[in-house]
């Protein structure tokens, strides 16, 4: 599914899009965005400047799961810790210090999309979080230290976490979210 509610491309009307959900008000956008290989949680709102505060302050981090392929050690987690150069917009971007670590699979209502089985060689999983977001970070993060993405699963987004939400399953957090956009405000 692409997260996005509207195109514009004629090419892409094969491919699924957020509207498809449900019913949302007019202007909903996604706050942040999955690429189209990514699953896991999304946040969406109304609000353009509830979208920027989350995905430029660096109270809202960003933990993935990714599973990669071969088995991946502790010096290499230590590298995507301390940040590695990538390619952004064609230049390159050394990452921010984040948190790495090696992983089990998370437990989390995946779809039940075919990666491989561990007759095709070695994977491991491993969590990342991160405070910034540039497009197809983890991926990118993982194939500079030699272990591309196999699948990658966006777990949590600042206080919100995916835990048993079902796939494609929309719930209201409203609420929530402004009590903790409130909070923020008034520690800053």
């Not at 302050?57 to 599973?67: D, E, F, P, R």
């Not at 502790?74 to 230049?91: A, D, F, H, P, R």
Request: proline share 4%.
């Amino acid at each position: 599914m692409v997260s996005q509610f509207l195109t514009n491309d004629g090419k892409q009307k094969r491919k699924r899009f957020l509207k498809e959900l449900g019913s949302f008000p007019d202007n909903t956008m996604a706050i942040g965005r999955l690429d189209e290989k990514t699953e896991g949680l999304l946040l969406l709102t109304t609000c353009g400047k509830t979208s920027d505060i989350i995905n430029r302050s660096k109270l809202w981090s960003k933990t993935y799961h990714a599973q990669v392929d071969g088995k991946i050690t502790q010096s290499v987690i230590e590298q995507l810790k301390n940040g590695v150069v990538i390619t952004v917009n064609g230049k390159p971007y050394t990452t921010n210090p984040c948190e790495a670590a090696i992983s089990r699979e998370p437990d989390y209502n995946l779809t039940h999309t075919y990666i491989r089985d561990e007759k095709h060689g070695p994977t491991s999983w491993i969590s990342i979080t991160l405070n910034e977001g540039k497009f197809r970070q983890v991926r990118k993060m993982c194939s500079k230290v030699g272990f591309p993405v196999l699948r990658l699963v966006r777990t949590q987004i600042g206080p919100f976490q995916l835990n048993d939400v079902k796939n494609q399953k929309v719930i209201d957090v409203t609420d929530r979210l402004e009590t903790i956009l409130l909070e923020q405000q008034a520690k800053l």
